[in-house]
């Protein structure tokens, strides 16, 4: 069963804003990961954090993590046409990466 | 990071036949693999649990007779969807663990069956 759930299921912003993408989860889990996923195509890894860490932070991605409140965020900075996919979270315990139903993201130029 | 090779990349079958698609984990082993079904716009659903030399384990509603899983060495997982249907159309990717349940997943690039 899925785990994850994402908001906004849809995100539409100009390029150069910053995109903030949600997500929350329901039972404990040892790391939490968000995936990007370009139209018919498979996943691409894009950070991991972990389950006593609360900040993290690649590039242009910042990701945080409230486990009191199971929730996390991924906050992509000064966006571009290309980061236009969709993303999805993650959860991991001791079972198999349990989607949640993913943002939609479109950076219009 | 590591690589998982999923093949083919997209494949059309006529009704009544059956498609494999491999999983290979290229410079890793991994001694399981998942296997995902994802419909348009939608999230990925686990299917099965591949575990090398041993069976796969099936979530719930997932027909094993239908969607044949083989786990035969620490690099290659091979999923058999039987007698495909046109239901069976879908987008279906692999993944694997390098080790234990704190670490990354890689993913396949995915297959897209199309069953006519």
């Known amino acids: 069963s899925q785990q994850g759930e994402e908001d906004p299921q849809a995100l539409s912003i100009q390029e150069g804003e910053n995109a903030t993408m949600n997500c929350s989860y329901k039972t404990s889990i040892n790391n939490l990961q968000w995936y990007r996923q370009n139209s018919g195509r498979g996943l691409v890894h894009l950070i991991l954090?972990?389950?006593?860490?609360r900040e993290k932070h690649s590039g242009r991605l910042r990701v945080t993590l409230d486990t009191s409140k199971k929730s996390s965020s991924l906050l992509i900075t000064a966006s571009r046409a290309a980061d236009t996919a969709s993303y999805f979270c993650?959860?991991?315990?001791?079972?198999?990466?349990?989607f949640g139903k993913g943002t939609r993201l479109s950076v219009i130029a | 990071g590591a690589v998982v090779s999923q093949h083919p990349s997209r494949v059309i079958c006529k009704s009544g036949t059956s498609v494999k698609i491999e999983c290979r984990s290229l410079d890793f082993q991994a001694t399981t693999m998942f296997w995902y079904r994802q419909f348009p716009k939608q999230s990925l659903m686990l299917m099965a649990t591949s575990n090398e030399g041993s069976k796969a384990t099936y979530e719930q509603g997932v027909e094993k007779d239908k969607f044949l899983i083989n786990h035969a060495s620490l690099t290659l997982s091979t999923l058999t969807v039987t007698s495909a249907h046109p239901e069976d159309s879908s987008f279906y990717i692999c993944s694997a663990r390098e080790w234990g349940g704190n670490t990354e997943a890689f993913f396949g690039q995915g297959t897209r069956l199309t069953v006519v």
């Open positions: 954090i972990r389950s006593n860490e």
């Open positions: 993650a959860t991991s315990g001791n079972t198999p990466l349990v």
